[in-house]
């Protein structure tokens, strides 16, 4: 019989428990994952995956808006974007890649354990329900095991993607002051809009992010009154002057208007809020670059999404062959996917910002289709 040709160990992902890690949102164990490459090339994606902050919106027979689980089933093989290893354009394509799943409905900003009351809905009684906010130390542990593991990598790539967004400076921080001899980057998918200060407070109270703040060296002054997402932008951009903080969003991204809506923003207008963040952070600091592009989508280092293509035709994958997001996504005649590469490369980037923000441009070259 022939023989199957061998697959490098690069293109699997495997699978990784910290015994030590407090779990998921429902007290299930917590893992993350690693795809092996370059040790000398890290790159940590803090995942999307939604939020919770009251005892309906976390209890799972209610309305559920966060991924309450990371296991097995969390597995990023399947995903376009910077996971498709296999792509030669991909910037991370040799890069080890350590995917932390969001699973404590806390955007990684938790260290809580509350007891919810649960309204009767959908056929239950009311009654309590207790869960982890504990996003915090899940990632820690995972950032842990990757000092340990990699001690002495040459570039280090922070991305957050949709509710990992959020945290993703404060982690960028935590990294650069641990590897404080290599090359430090960060860039964030979406999230940019939440300019909400009022609307957040009981969202860090649920979670216990004061708690988080206070055992994070920089960070420890910070209060949870009046405190923005911007304010965890600017307050590491300030530590790390040297360091280009990113951020790319679409400009009229619904998923951030649905969880505005769920904070209580009756009619949430994604561009001004937008607007309002990217300045308030530019009035700050210096060191901070957007991206924001046609469309209402976020997650595009996740790729896919943009078109199937008429033609039927498979990809190397197997899969019906697309029009993946990330490699043709272009704003103003600026290819998003050079502006990416070039951001976590350490590169200088200047602003990019749709002025039609409302019809579509690609960046895209028809493949050479079999005969």
Known sequence: MPTQPAIHARHYWRNVLPAAAPGASQGTPYSFWVKDGDPAKLAVILSGGGACWTGENCALHGRPHYRAYAGLEQDPSDFGGVFDTANGENPLADYTLIFLPTANGDVFLGDAEPIY?????????????????????????????????????????????????????????????????????????????????????????????????KRVAGFEDLSIDGLTFEDIYVRAAELHPDIVFHQYNERHDAVQGMFMQLMGERSPDVPAKLDEAHAYIRSKVSNFRTYTSWGNDEAIIGGYYDAVLAKNALDNRGHPHVLDRLYTRQTNGVRFLDWFAAAISGKPVEDVACMDCETPEHHWKRPDYPQ
């Open 117 to 213: 009351d649960t309204p009767a809905m959908n056929g239950h009684p009311e009654g309590k329900l207790r869960i982890l906010h504990k996003g915090f130390d899940n990632a820690m542990l995972a950032l842990d095991w990757m000092f340990r593991t990699y001690p002495q990598p040459n570039t280090v790539t922070v991305i957050g993607w949709s509710a990992g967004v959020m945290a993703s400076p404060l982690y960028t921080h935590v990294v650069a002051c641990h590897y404080s001899n290599t090359q430090v980057t960060h860039f964030a998918d979406g999230g940019g809009a939440y300019r909400l200060s009022d609307k957040l407070a009981p969202l860090f109270k649920s979670w216990g992010t004061e708690n988080v703040l």
